[in-house]
């Protein structure tokens, strides 16, 4: 059984980056790409997924902003480059991954 999951996150290359290590899990499906909250809301509303991987600082809304006002979420593992944010990052997540900088290629 595969977890149907979806990428948030406004920066190309960490979205490649994490597509990468995704592709080697055989138990992980994508779904879609997201760019910003608003367009995880928009594809949430027809697309069933297990897993989101969430960016916190992208345009429109924080990836925790997301979290604070939007209800019955399936399991989310926040990705961020900016390590600072760990502790505010656990509310209510299964893991935070902390992506390489942005200046750091994976």
């Known amino acids: ?5 979806v990428v ?4 190309p290359l960490a979205r490649d980056g994490l597509l990468q290590y995704i592709e080697v899990l055989d ?5 879609g790409i997201c760019e910003n909250p608003l367009e995880l ?16 600082q992208m ?4 990836g925790l902003d997301f979290l604070k006002i939007k209800s019955d979420l399936p ?3 926040i990705t ?21 900088s942005p200046s750091t290629a994976f």
């Open 1 to 5: 059984m595969s977890l149907k999951c």
């Open 8 to 11: 948030v996150d406004d920066e």
């Open 27 to 31: 138990f992980l499906q994508v779904q």
């Open 41 to 56: 809301n928009k594809f949430l509303e027809t697309e069933p997924v297990d897993l989101i991987f969430l960016d916190i």
């Open 59 to 62: 345009p429109f809304m924080s």
């Open 75 to 77: 399991m989310v593992i």
């Open 80 to 100: 961020t480059a900016f390590p600072n944010y760990a502790l505010e990052g656990f509310l209510d997540v299964v893991d935070y991954l902390v992506n390489p």
